[in-house]
């Protein structure tokens, strides 16, 4: 009997979104296999963001199909479409969403508390990731104290500790320098393929693209080769 494949991590088909009377996105189409790494480029404004929270469930699509490891996140109630996206994706987002009044360490471990892993692993495992990024030293620092840089790889550390099956990462580099923007690019590369994780990671940076496996261009509601 044939094997049966492994569902493509992320599936998404004649995805429609418009916000009033923009068109956002137009009969998209992408599929993502375990541990592929995409590049999603495109002008500011043509919906990257957007895109990336309709694939995590934090933004209706007003239609079309999306599928995370062939589950879909539609339908669920909140609850357990919360826990599914747990599970399943990590997000490093663009403008970072981190809880100012804990600590760095506390940050990076809420996924893995969320998801049942005792406190003293979960905060070990934090730990971890925050000193492959440079940041061991600052593990009790509240979040409020970081700078801009520190706190973008908190939010990219916080996305990777789960090893999760699909990895978001909006302009994870953006405000980093140019080393440790490369330490965060290895650390995100060396984590999906350890994980078999497929990386959807949207930059302007040509440095970061090229870490993907595929360029693909946002343009007037479509994903096309770069
Ligand atoms: N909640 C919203 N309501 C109305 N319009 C929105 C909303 N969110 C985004 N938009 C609009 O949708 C368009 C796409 O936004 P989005 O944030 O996805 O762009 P982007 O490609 O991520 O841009 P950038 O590169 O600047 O981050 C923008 O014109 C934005 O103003
Ligand atoms: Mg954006």
Do not use: C, Y
Request: proline share 5%; aromatic share 2%.
């Amino acid at each position: 009997m044939a094997e049966r494949e492994d569902p493509p991590a992320v599936l998404l088909e004649a995805l429609h979104k418009r916000f009033g009377e923009r068109i956002i996105l137009q009969d998209l189409t992408l599929r993502a296999e375990p541990g592929e790494r995409i590049a999603l480029l495109g002008e500011s404004g043509s919906g990257k963001s957007t895109l990336l929270n309709i694939i995590a469930g934090l933004e209706p699509a007003d239609s079309g199909r999306v599928e995370i490891a062939g589950r879909s996140l539609i339908g669920l109630d909140d609850d357990h479409a919360a826990a599914l996206r747990r599970q399943l994706i990590g997000f490093a987002f663009q403008a970072f969403h981190l809880l100012g009044h804990l600590t760095v360490q506390r940050n990076v471990a809420v996924p893995l508390l969320l998801n049942g892993i005792p406190p003293a692993e979960a905060l070990d495992r934090a730990a971890t990731v925050l000193g492959r990024l440079g940041l061991g030293t600052r593990l009790q620092a509240p979040i409020r104290e970081l700078s801009g840089g520190e706190q973008q790889r908190v939010a990219l550390a916080r996305a990777l500790v789960a090893a999760p099956r699909v990895l978001l990462a909006d302009e994870p580099t953006g405000n980093l320098d140019p080393s440790s923007a490369r330490t965060a690019l290895a650390l995100i590369a060396e984590q999906a393929a350890e994980s078999g994780a497929a990386l959807l990671l949207v930059t302007h940076s040509h440095e970061a693209a090229a870490i993907a496996d595929r360029q693909l261009v946002l343009r007037q509601g479509r994903l096309e080769p770069a």
